[in-house]
C-alpha cells in the first residue's frame, strides 16, 4: 500500500492541470465518492498496526498533495479570469497631443525675447490696492483718466480692486528695488467692458520697465524697435503715435506696419496697414518721486502691451472670445504650434 501511495505522489507531482475539465477529472480521480484517495483511506482499516502510523502519515501526504495541487490551479485560472481578455491584434489607439494655449505661446515667445535683452520677469498680485493700481501712477482720486479702465472693485472693500493693467507691477517693483531696474511683468488683467469680439473682460498683458540714469526715448524706441523686428519678422517697421497716459510723460502707442495686401489686412489694421500693439512712454516723474525715486538723478521708460491683440494677429483669430471659450475644436489647432 505504502508503494501505491508513493507513486500517486509522485504522478501528482508531474501533473500539469490547465483546464478546468482537468481539474475536475482530476478531482473525481482523488477526490470523488469512488476516488483513489476515498479507496485508500477505506483501505487503511486492513493495515497491520506495526504500520499504521507509517501508511497514515503517507495518506495524510498525498490528501495534502492533492489539495495543494487544486489550489494551485485555482489560483492561476482566477489570475487568467480576471485579467482582461485583449486582442493584441487590434491597432491601437493614437495618443492624443496635448497644446499650448495660443496665449501661452505668444506670451513666452515674447517674454524670451525680452528676457534676451536683459530684462528680468517680475510678478505682481492680480487683486490690487488704488495705491498701486492708480494713485501711484499719478491717477489722482477723482481723475478723469480713471473712468479709461473700467474697473471691477471689490465688493467689500473699494479701495481694493482687480488691476486694469500690469503696470501696478512697475510700481511694487520701484517701491522695492534700486535702479538700474530692467525688468517684464506678464500677467492677467481685468476691466469691467462690455464682451465683444474685439474686447473682454479678462485679458492679457506684458509690462515693460526700465529706470537707470540717462534713459532716454531714443532707448525706449530702439528697444520697441528690436523688439518688433524679432517678434514680427526682420523688416518690420514701427511707428510712435502721440498718446497718453497719466504715468508717462510723453506718451505713446507703438504700430507696427502690417500692410494692406488683403481683406484680413483691412479689417485688423481698419484700413491704415498699421497695428496698434502697445502703449509706452517714459516714466513720468511724479511716479518715480512717489515710489521713492529721485527724478533728478533717475529716469526711464515702461510699455505695455496686450498680448490677445497680438496672438490674434499672429494665429488670425478674428474673435477674442474664442481664447476664453475652451473649445477642443480651436485649442486643437496648437498643438505642435511654435
Ligand atoms: N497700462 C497701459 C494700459 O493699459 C499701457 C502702458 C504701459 C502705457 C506702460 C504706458 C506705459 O493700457
Same mark, same amino acid.
Given at each position: 500500500m505504502l508503494e501505491i501511495i508513493e507513486k500517486h505522489i509522485r504522478s501528482i507531482e508531474q501533473t500539469a492541470l490547465s483546464s478546468a475539465e482537468e481539474v475536475e477529472t482530476f478531482r473525481i480521480q482523488y477526490?470523488?465518492?469512488?476516488?483513489i484517495l476515498t479507496a485508500l483511506f477505506a483501505d487503511f482499516?486492513?493495515? @497491520?498496526n506495526d504500520q499504521k502510523k507509517l501508511v497514515g502519515q503517507a495518506l495524510n501526504a498525498l490528501k495534502t498533495n492533492v489539495e495543494e495541487a487544486l489550489s494551485r490551479f485555482q489560483v492561476k485560472s482566477n489570475t487568467r479570469k480576471s485579467a482582461p481578455q485583449e486582442d493584441y491584434s487590434r491597432p491601437g489607439y493614437a495618443a492624443i497631443p496635448g497644446a499650448h494655449h495660443p496665449i501661452s505661446l505668444v506670451r513666452n515667445e515674447i517674454v524670451s525675447i525680452l528676457e534676451r535683452m536683459g530684462f528680468a520677469v517680475a510678478q505682481g498680485p492680480e487683486m490690487e490696492d488704488d495705491w498701486h493700481n492708480f494713485s501711484a501712477l499719478?491717477?489722482?482720486?477723482?481723475?478723469? *483718466?480713471?473712468?479709461m479702465q473700467d474697473t471691477f472693485f471689490l465688493a467689500k472693500d473699494?479701495?481694493? *480692486?482687480?488691476?486694469?493693467?500690469?503696470?501696478s507691477v512697475q510700481v511694487r517693483m520701484m517701491e522695492t528695488k534700486k535702479p538700474p531696474i530692467r525688468i517684464i511683468a506678464p500677467g492677467r488683467v481685468f476691466r469691467n467692458e462690455a464682451i465683444s469680439s474685439r474686447s473682454h473682460c479678462v485679458f492679457h498683458q506684458v509690462e515693460g520697465l526700465y529706470i537707470d540714469k540717462n534713459v532716454s526715448f531714443a532707448d525706449l524706441k530702439q528697444t520697441l524697435l528690436e523688439f518688433a523686428r524679432a517678434f514680427f519678422g526682420e523688416k518690420t517697421e514701427i511707428r510712435l503715435r502721440p498718446s497718453y497716459f497719466p504715468?508717462?510723460?510723453?506718451s505713446a502707442e507703438m504700430d507696427i506696419w502690417?500692410?494692406?495686401?488683403n481683406e484680413v489686412d483691412h479689417r485688423m489694421t481698419k484700413g491704415t496697414g498699421w497695428l496698434e500693439i502697445m502703449g509706452c512712454g517714459m516714466v513720468d516723474p511724479a511716479v518715480l518721486e512717489s515710489c521713492g525715486i529721485d527724478p533728478s538723478v533717475y529716469s526711464g521708460y515702461a510699455f505695455g502691451m496686450g498680448i490677445e491683440r497680438i496672438a490674434m494677429q499672429r494665429f488670425q483669430i @478674428?474673435?477674442?472670445r474664442a481664447f476664453y471659450e475652451n473649445d477642443l475644436r480651436f485649442l486643437s489647432n496648437f498643438t505642435g504650434a511654435l
Open positions: 477526490l470523488g465518492k469512488k476516488g482499516k486492513t493495515v @497491520p499719478n491717477f489722482p482720486p477723482e481723475h478723469p *483718466a480713471r473712468d473699494p479701495d481694493w *480692486a482687480l488691476r486694469t493693467h500690469t503696470s504715468f508717462t510723460e510723453p502690417w500692410g494692406l495686401e @478674428p474673435d477674442i
